[in-house]
């Protein structure tokens, strides 16, 4: 293994995520550490009928505040609660046959589904980059933040670890490098932010929203 990513797995998030794949050997999909209720893991926005941005929102069972996104499982009523939800969203109307079957299999761990997502992404982007998810590899718990990415990096045998660029306050150079890791970050993006699935199912003479 040499170049590996570790990243939350998010919820059709926009186009720059997926640099990520495109450039490394191997996706580790983060799902070991505490949900982040106001992330993108479980929700995105895009455009309503009027073309403002509405969150879009996957519907999980209850889950404790300190509870990791390993253990989210959708709720009981999430195919019927999310087919409901999609209905002010124009982009999600008639989709793809690939994507009216994903969302009528939101049941049981969100994980899964969330991997089986970014595939199907990755898939119409013509990226072919493994994924592996980071609660399989048996991390010590106590370990938090620069840490426990270095011991993923090392459990994996990586040489090289590549992070988005938001993570240049959070990682220290010296520390990767004690330990036999290059730490490399994505240039700044410079592309939209909307969900990939408006630059996936928007025709490309339409009018972009930005």
């Given at each position: ?115 089986r997502s970014l595939d199907l992404c990755c898939r ?87």
């Amino acid at each position: 293994m040499s170049r590996i990513a570790i990243m939350q797995p998010y919820f059709v998030p926009y186009a720059g995520y997926f640099r990520l794949f495109a450039e490394t050997d191997l996706f580790v999909i983060y799902d070991c550490v505490q949900f982040p209720r106001r992330g993108y893991v479980h929700r995105n926005r895009l455009p309503d009928h009027k073309r403002q941005p509405q969150w879009l929102t996957l519907p999980l069972a209850p889950a404790d505040r300190q509870a990791t996104i390993q253990t989210l499982c959708f709720a009981e009523d999430a195919v019927s609660r999310l087919a409901t939800a999609r209905r002010k969203f124009p982009l999600l109307q008639n989709l793809p046959d690939e994507w009216e079957a994903l969302f009528a299999t939101v049941a049981g761990p969100l994980v899964p589904w969330l991997g089986r997502s970014l595939d199907l992404c990755c898939r119409s982007l013509q990226i072919d980059c493994p994924t592996i998810r980071s609660s399989e590899l048996a991390i010590a718990p106590q370990l938090r933040g620069q840490d426990r990415i270095i011991a993923i990096c090392k459990a994996l045998g990586a040489s090289s670890y590549l992070n988005a660029p938001g993570g240049q306050n959070l990682y220290a150079a010296e520390a990767f490098h004690k330990e036999g890791i290059e730490l490399r970050f994505l240039p700044p993006y410079e592309g939209s932010y909307w969900s990939i699935l408006f630059d996936l199912l928007t025709p490309p003479t339409s009018a972009r929203l930005g």
